[in-house]
């Protein structure tokens, strides 16, 4: 890694900037006063805050826990795909998705609402339409835009600027939350703060509501599991990190809170009434942080306050813009989305994901405010499905590894989803916490429109990735059917109110629309689902014939190789025992005492038949090996499924048998050949001698064949020390042993390295070898690597890294090399 790249790297306090950011911005100067004090007073409030803090910590730890053990800036979307599979891995984007995008959003419009309550009408200019109450102007919408381009093309252009603005902004928001609080709190009576809880429901009620609403309100600190490969620390150092940032966005959120009702206006006895009377105010009684800043520091303090917000708003833009480019190039890169998503710039920004978002971004103004903020009460629901994936799979990830502590939090943060989930589904049973009725239709909707991409990319599949998991389709239409369900029954139960009044000008007609709308959402997917389950069925159906008529080949093949073994065997006896008689000769001729005999056999002649009797033994043993019954039961000739024969033997007989090989036709292509130990305390070990035997022969022959004339190949063997090895069930004395194969050869391209477990690639570039050679390897235990001279010459070093158990020596004769 350069210096420059070095620079790239986010430290530890762009990190807490980052997680802040995204997690917190503008709802936290809005939602105290309009949900948490009318809800749950301020002793409520803050207890209800610090209980959410604690509960979050344990979701966030489960995240850290698998950003450590998966170093992967897919976030939450990685740990799925790699622990639960495909399926459930685009559901967690898919919900991480609208939930980034929603507080996008939400913190880009409120950049002109902040603007319409302080200058007033001044951008309001060009009236387009009305939607949900809140209307559109043509002055405001060109706001919206400027504001979502020129962040969006600063995230894309800025480079390291954009992480040193991001933190200056997060320290400076944090700091002057604590700075306006302090001060605040030392000019006002603390009897403001009475009564401590709202008086006309049950506290504890009170803080359980406020309480469930947590995903809400940290949803996006966990964003920073999408930078990991920009950490320049350890990922075991991150969860110290999202501990501060967790700390701070519950500070922030309590001091907010708490400054909403330190000054209210003096024609209101508590913070009750005023509270009470606020959704009728105006200006900045109407915004009770505001009003309170105002109040006490006057228009400096209301300064001071923007700037805080526009540094909130900052913080989440930038974060949020890059954590949707890092969740799009990283579903580009698994194949879901197209491969343009994949591009990135020379700084490795994904430019192209993150101008993606600006685009469709620029559509958002024209659904309103209102809108906006019914997508956004979506976040609750869909943020706790992300928190119960991330539980889930730490919990996996800790039953795997035995970790009992790992295990219990995972459970633990499982059952916190679940109640973040289904507790603001069911209407009336929070305290003003239930989703409003248009964002159970938005939750609805999106579901149908991400199962009709997730049928899309199943239908695309090449590689068979998706469609193996029935509970997320459940999931799924669960979901839906849930979500319309409680739609209807709102939008009913609404219009039968405005029907007693007399205020619903509708007919029977529109509620008949209703349910047909619901039927309409549920047909969706449940079609989706048949022809998902039609083709998996078909997909089965094909995979069984395929397999069946695999199994018919490999039997023919295992036939046909078990017959020629045994007609070769014959005429191989034959040639053996010609080999035999011959040594007899050579031996009488060598013990004759006439030194100029004309008959006498050279010595040359006899050390070629004592390695042709070598040669024909390893044949024989090769044969044996492919007429062996057991064998031929379990598959054949497959490396996973050859029974090992283990036995002692001695290192130094078994490298000068490879020498005698391969010494012959090393001479011939004159290349310096050499086979010698290196540092073999240990030469006496078990093995399988005709498995190690074959792994060796392959990889000389390929350093033989490969090597030009007057090139150089050279085998060494080195004990590099000692293991405990299994053997027989047990853990007994071994050493490892390194086996380099050196060679002068052309360099082994790197596209040939990657794919040397796959038989077929291998053999179109005429290294069949070394499949066979990663099969060995691989059944006795060991490793392999190959190191080629890439920039500094021709040639190569394979290495393979053998654990094996020690032998007690014979005291045999050592071989001579």
């Given at each position: ?175 002057s939350v604590i700075i306006l609080s302090a001060a605040m709190f030392s000019q006002v009576d603390t009897s403001v703060f009475k ?252 579901s149908i429109l991400g199962f009709i991409y997730y049928w899309y990319v199943f239908k695309h599949d090449t590689h068979n990735r ?352």
């Amino acid at each position: 890694m350069d210096k420059q790249t070095q620079k790239n790297l986010l430290s530890p306090l762009h990190v807490w900037a980052l997680s802040l950011g995204c997690a917190v911005g503008w709802g936290a100067f809005m939602v105290p006063a309009n949900l948490f004090i009318p809800t749950a007073g301020p002793l409520g409030t803050m207890l209800a805050m610090g209980i959410s803090t604690a509960l979050l910590l344990v979701i966030g730890a489960n995240f850290c826990r698998l950003a450590e053990k998966y170093h992967d800036d897919g976030g939450i979307v990685a740990y799925v795909r790699n622990i639960i599979g495909h399926d459930h891995a685009f559901l967690a984007a898919w919900i991480l998705l609208i939930a980034y995008l929603s507080i996008l959003w939400a913190n880009a419009t409120a950049t002109v609402l902040l603007f319409r309550f302080l200058h007033g009408d001044l951008l309001s200019w060009g009236y387009l339409y009305t939607i949900a109450g809140f209307d559109i102007y043509f002055g405001e919408m060109l706001a919206v835009w400027l504001v979502i381009i020129v962040f969006g093309l600063f995230t894309c252009y800025s480079g390291t600027l954009a992480r040193y603005l991001n933190t200056f902004c997060a320290i400076l928001f944090f700091l002057s939350v604590i700075i306006l609080s302090a001060a605040m709190f030392s000019q006002v009576d603390t009897s403001v703060f009475k009564p401590a809880f709202q008086t006309y429901t049950n506290p504890i009620m009170q803080i359980f509501s406020m309480v469930m609403l947590a995903p809400w309100m940290f949803f996006g600190f966990e964003a920073v599991t999408h930078a990991c490969d920009d950490f320049d620390f350890s990922s075991k150092r991150l969860f110290p990190i999202v501990i501060a940032a967790v700390l701070s966005g519950g500070l922030i959120y309590i001091l907010l809170a708490a400054m909403a009702i330190m000054s209210i206006p003096p024609e209101y006895a508590s913070w009750t009434t005023y509270i009470a009377q606020r959704p009728h105010l105006e200006g900045l009684a109407g915004l009770p942080v505001f009003h309170s800043v105002h109040a006490v520091f006057g228009r400096e303090g209301l300064l001071f306050l923007c700037v805080s917000i526009d540094c909130a708003i900052i913080t989440s833009l930038m974060g949020l813009y890059r954590t949707c480019g890092r969740l799009l190039y990283f579903m580009a890169r698994c194949e879901v989305l197209p491969a343009w998503f994949s591009k990135r710039a020379a700084d490795e920004t994904p430019r192209n994901a993150i101008i993606f978002v600006m685009l469709i971004s620029l559509l958002i103004p024209l659904l309103g405010r209102i809108s906006i903020v019914w997508l956004c009460d979506v976040i609750t629901v869909v943020g706790s499905v992300a928190y119960g994936y991330a539980s889930y799979c730490a919990y996996l990830l800790a039953k795997r590894e035995g970790s009992r502590q790992d295990k219990f939090r995972g459970i633990f943060g499982v059952f916190i989803s679940c109640l973040f989930f289904f507790c603001p589904l069911l209407p009336g049973l929070l305290l003003g916490g239930s989703l409003d009725t248009e964002s159970y239709l938005m939750l609805s909707v999106w579901s149908i429109l991400g199962f009709i991409y997730y049928w899309y990319v199943f239908k695309h599949d090449t590689h068979n990735r998706f469609g193996h998991s029935t509970s997320m389709c459940i999931m799924i239409l669960f979901l839906n059917f849930f979500s319309t369900s409680i739609w209807l029954r709102q939008v009913t139960e609404e219009r039968l109110k405005d029907a007693a009044t007399g205020s619903f000008t509708g007919g029977y007609s529109i509620i008949v629309a209703d349910s047909v709308v619901q039927m309409a959402m549920i047909m969706i997917i449940l079609l989706l689902m048949t022809n998902i389950f039609i083709t998996l069925k078909r997909r089965e159906h094909d995979m069984t014939r395929t397999l069946q008529q695999q199994h018919e080949v490999n039997h023919a093949q295992n036939t046909y190789l078990r017959n020629l073994a045994h007609d070769i065997r014959i005429p191989m006896e034959a040639a053996q025992l010609s080999v035999h008689h011959s040594l007899e000769n050579c031996t009488i001729c060598s013990a004759c005492a006439v030194e100029s005999c004309p008959h006498r056999i050279p010595d040359r002649l006899a050390n070629c038949l004592g390695q042709l009797d070598s040669h024909s033994q390893y044949l024989m043993s090769l044969i044996s090996s492919m007429l062996d019954k057991r064998n031929m039961k379990m598959g054949g000739i497959e490396m996973g499924k050859i029974p090992l024969d283990f036995a002692r033997m001695d290192w130094r007989y078994t490298l000068q048998h490879i020498k005698d090989i391969f010494a012959l036709k090393m001479q011939e292509k004159n290349i310096f050949f050499e086979v010698y130990p290196i540092e073999l305390p240990h030469p006496h070990v078990i093995c399988d001698t005709q498995r190690l035997e074959r792994l060796l022969i392959n990889l000389v022959s390929n350093a033989c064949e490969f090597t030009p004339n007057a090139g150089g190949v050279m085998v060494t063997l080195m004990e590099t020390g000692p293991a405990a090895v299994k053997y027989q069930g047990q853990d007994v004395p071994g050493a490892i042993y390194e086996i380099h194969i050196n060679d002068t050869g052309t360099n082994m391209p790197p596209a040939i390295i990657q794919h040397m477990a796959e038989p077929f690639e291998l053999e179109t570039s005429g290294l069949g070898g070394l499949y066979i050679v990663q099969g060995l390897t691989t059944l006795l235990g060991g490793s392999i690597k190959i190191n080629t001279n890439t920039g500094q010459g021709p040639g190569k070093d394979i290495v393979v890294t053998l654990p094996l158990p020690l032998a007690e020596p014979l005291f045999e004769p050592a071989a001579e090399f």
